[in-house]
């Protein structure tokens, strides 16, 4: 059973406008989220966080919203250029940084 | 180096094989992860390092696996009499400490033939 999902397996944005990647999880005793973004023939790679204390984190074109009561989670992309086309992965845990349950990743293609 | 290396970075094996898979840590990280990616899925946690001590190894799927880190800097996976089903790729990652993010190396494609 997996407890964090992305069940967008793609999506296309033309470049300059909004990317909207979902998430949803289960465990409501998750309390640290992340997203990682990767490339291919490349490890993934951290992009932002988010503890379960606040409800968004921005950071440059990237934020992320957290809402606990639906257990979902965003990360809007704003504007969208072609080199953030990858896969990313939302990931969150319990209490720590420990181990992370990651969800199948949705694939972003931002379009020229 | 810079960043998280694995090696090989793709190994063939036979059914039934040993196979070692290696992860040299950033220099100075000591919190070391590993995870396994099946196709078309995220990274799976097998296993957790702090310093040279395993702290969580909830995620090895069966006593095939085991994994070592006997000087707190590299570490090896191992894995016995391999089968098809443990192909995947294997990725390591490492943190400075157990409460910041991980730096992910690029994985190690293992196929079992």
């Known amino acids: 059973d997996q407890q964090v999902k992305q069940n967008s397996p793609s999506l296309s944005v033309q470049e300059g406008r909004i990317s909207i990647l979902n998430c949803d999880y289960t465990n409501s005793m998750f309390d640290y989220f992340l997203w990682y973004k990767k490339y291919p023939a490349e490890g993934p790679t951290f992009l932002i966080s988010?503890?379960?204390?606040?409800d968004k984190n921005e950071d440059g074109r990237f934020t992320v919203f957290l809402n606990k009561s639906a257990k979902h989670l965003s990360l809007h992309i704003v504007p969208s250029q072609p080199g953030d086309s990858a896969v990313y992965f939302c990931a969150a845990s319990l209490h720590n940084f420990n181990k992370f349950y990651f969800g199948s990743g949705t694939k972003l293609n931002v379009k020229p | 180096g810079a960043g998280v290396s694995q090696t090989p970075s793709n190994k063939v094996t036979e059914k039934g094989k040993y196979v070692e898979l290696r992860c040299d840590p950033i220099s100075g990280h000591t919190a070391l992860y590993w995870y396994r990616q099946s196709l078309g899925q995220g990274p799976e946690f097998l296993i957790y390092f702090q310093g040279t001590g395993a702290a969580d190894d909830s995620g090895l799927p069966n006593d095939r696996f085991f994994a070592v880190r006997p000087e707190g800097s590299v570490s090896t996976l191992k894995i016995q009499r391999t089968e098809r089903g443990d192909s995947a790729m294997y990725l390591c990652?490492?943190?400075?400490?157990?409460?910041?993010?991980?730096?992910f190396g690029q994985g190690t494609r293992l196929t079992v033939v």
């Open positions: 988010i503890s379960s204390i606040k």
């Open positions: 990652a490492s943190s400075r400490d157990s409460n910041t993010e991980a730096f």
